[in-house]
């Protein structure tokens, strides 16, 4: 054969080879699936940036009172483990009247508030919920506010009917020990669940809400025995009424909602 057809036929196996290739076998080739069936799905995102800035709000309430009122501050703490200490913390002031206690209730009511929501959108499987995010939190803290103050609104009348002092300053001056120290010590537990996330940090939360109520009954029932005009009787059906009922209540709406 000449050079010149050997060449040609070399080019023209070139040209055939680009215009027709071979075929490729792949472990691929016998799917089915096309392209155009491929859809796109949205992700599941959770905006925590407004969880963040309250976190740093009540951060910051924190700081404030560490640096301005420590000595105040470790005496709310005090009270709340030991009656010699809530005694001092008595005879140092009224504390309603000092700033402090503006600071403490803001940060118990962001810090309940926070814990709750996460329960409501961690641990409880409501299929759809009125309002997310945000607009929840919001919901959520206007519950915790009203019944905060209408519970002690309701423990002033009743110490202002029964003539009973008592109730004017012990047990309200109790309930808020007991409070703003539960918004302080949820904080490091509400981080970690939103950063982390853990449900078992959420859980320990939760059973450290229960220990603190349970120790705050007792502490409650047995405050001021010398105060005779308010009996055994009375402080039992007071406990019910505003302590363990409202409990019993939400624990009960929970569970139907849970179909358990």
């Known amino acids: 054969m000449p050079p010149g057809d050997s060449g040609m036929s070399s080019d023209s ?47 910051a309430f924190v700081g404030w009172i560490r640096v301005f009122a420590g000595k105040r501050l470790r005496q709310v703490i005090k009270s709340f483990f030991a009656e010699r200490n809530m005694n001092i913390l008595i005879r140092e002031g009224n504390i309603f009247t000092e700033r402090i206690s503006i600071a403490l209730i803001i940060i118990y009511l962001i810090s309940i508030s926070l814990f709750c929501y996460l329960i409501l959108v961690r641990l409880l499987p409501f299929e759809e919920l009125p309002y997310q995010g945000f607009r929840l939190f919001a919901l959520v803290l206007l519950v915790i506010l009203v019944a905060w103050v209408l519970k002690n609104v309701i423990l002033t009348l009743t110490g202002i009917i029964f003539r009973n002092q008592l109730l004017l ?47 705050r009954t007792f502490r409650q029932f047995f405050t001021g025995l010398e105060y005779t005009k308010f009996s055994y009787v009375n402080r039992f059906l007071y406990l019910c009424t505003f302590e363990i009922v409202p409990i019993l209540v939400l624990t009960k709406l929970i569970l139907n909602e849970l179909a358990f």
Not at 24 to 36: A, F, K, P
Not at 179 to 203: A, K
Request: no cysteine; net charge negative.
């Open 13 to 59: 196996m070139v040209v055939n080879s680009a215009a027709k290739p071979l075929p490729v076998t792949s472990v691929l080739s016998g799917s089915e699936l096309q392209v155009t069936q491929l859809k796109e799905r949205e992700l599941p995102t959770s905006n925590i940036d407004w969880i963040t800035v309250h976190l740093l709000i009540v951060l």
């Open 169 to 215: 300053s012990e047990y309200i001056l109790m309930n808020f020990v007991f409070s703003v120290n539960l918004g302080i010590f949820l904080i490091p537990f509400i981080i970690l669940t939103v950063y982390l996330p853990s449900d078992e940090v959420l859980y320990a939360a939760i059973g450290l809400w229960l220990i603190a109520f349970i120790y």
